[in-house]
């Protein structure tokens, strides 16, 4: 159920490209933390290999144990976003017995955001870590 702090969350994200569960949500996990972090995400899971929408969503559901997910009908405006920038691209696969999907890969306009939006990350979270004291575990 969303309340007036989820609708929120989704105007100041520019969408509400990812929901945090209710469960997992503190003062810690601002919009402005979160803004930008579907991107890396995503381009992140596309680095090792091509990969369909769900299979994105479900991968994130998965690795943040729950604490991160898409909502779909956010999902594939973020990947067709993406795929306009450069970033990644995608193709329709059919496989018999399955339905039609677009996969979509990294391009190597994608791997230089990557690479720069890591970088970007590693400052942030070593400055929190000067600053607060926080390790990781």
Known sequence: MAT???AAVDA??????????PTYR????????????AE???LSLLEAEPRHGYEL???I????????????A??????????????IAGRWVEKAGER???FYRLTAAGRAVLAAQRHSWREFVTAINRVSGVRYV
């Not at 100041?12 to 569960?21: E, L, R």
């Not at 503190?26 to 972090?37: D, F, I, P, R, W």
């Not at 559901?61 to 779909?72: A, D, M, N, W």
């Open 26 to 37: 503190t003062a810690m996990l601002t919009n402005e933390l979160k803004k930008g972090s």
């Open 12 to 21: 100041a994200d520019g969408g509400g490209s990812i929901y945090v569960s």
């Open 74 to 87: 956010t999902l594939y405006p973020l990947l067709y976003r993406m795929e306009d920038r450069g970033w």
């Open 57 to 59: 969503q479900k991968m």
């Open 100 to 102: 039609r999907r677009r």
């Open 40 to 42: 890396f995400l995503v």
């Open 61 to 72: 559901e998965s690795r943040s144990k729950g604490v991160l997910t898409f909502h779909v």
């Open 4 to 6: 007036d702090h989820d």
